[in-house]
């Protein structure tokens, strides 16, 4: 099935949009669309948006990390052509974004997937990993993993819905972490 294809069923299959009136004519600000991450344009959203998953992981609320080494990270991974990281947008504002890493043994390491807060259980998580999955099998990668705090019960249910299974369990901190993965030949 071509990209295209696929992409425009995961549009269709994993979006529920807020109930429009019949006579509703879709505009383009309706549709959810991807741009790759630009540090002049999408850093400070995405570092919010790490700042705020960490707060809600750690048990202590706490970000092991500063804002400023956020940036310097993300500065870098734009740049790393083994990071893929796109922001979603719908309209003009993003809402979302992932970002993984394509790692040896046909691995793709999903480092972070965020929806933002007011448009969250609307199937915008599950679009996001649908379309990691979708790139993922494209390059020809067979697996994919992903750490997920235990503090983090919709990432969790987000994950185990979609398939990924616990492999490993750590200690980071006070804060338990599981390591999941999904065979991507079985998809």
Known sequence: MPAEREFGILVKENLRFKRKP??????????????PASVARDQDFIVQAQLETMKLSYA??????????????LDQAIRDPKHSIQVLFLGSRPIGYYWYEVR????????????????RHQGFGNFLLQTILVKAKSISCTTAKLAVSVNNGAALSLYRNCGFTEV????????????????????
């Not at 006579?23 to 383009?28: A, D, G, H, L, R």
């Not at 202590?60 to 990270?73: D, F, I, N, V």
């Not at 490993?168 to 998809?187: I, V």
């Open 60 to 73: 202590s609320g706490a970000s092991p990390y500063t804002h400023e080494h956020l940036h310097k990270l």
């Open 104 to 119: 040896p043994k046909s691995v793709v390491f999903i480092l972070d997937l965020f929806v933002s807060e007011r448009v």
């Open 168 to 187: 490993d369990a750590t200690t980071r901190g006070m804060t338990q972490w599981l390591e999941m993965a999904l065979d991507l030949r079985n998809t």
């Open 22 to 35: 019949d006579s509703f004519q879709m505009t383009p600000a309706d549709v959810p669309y991807f741009l």
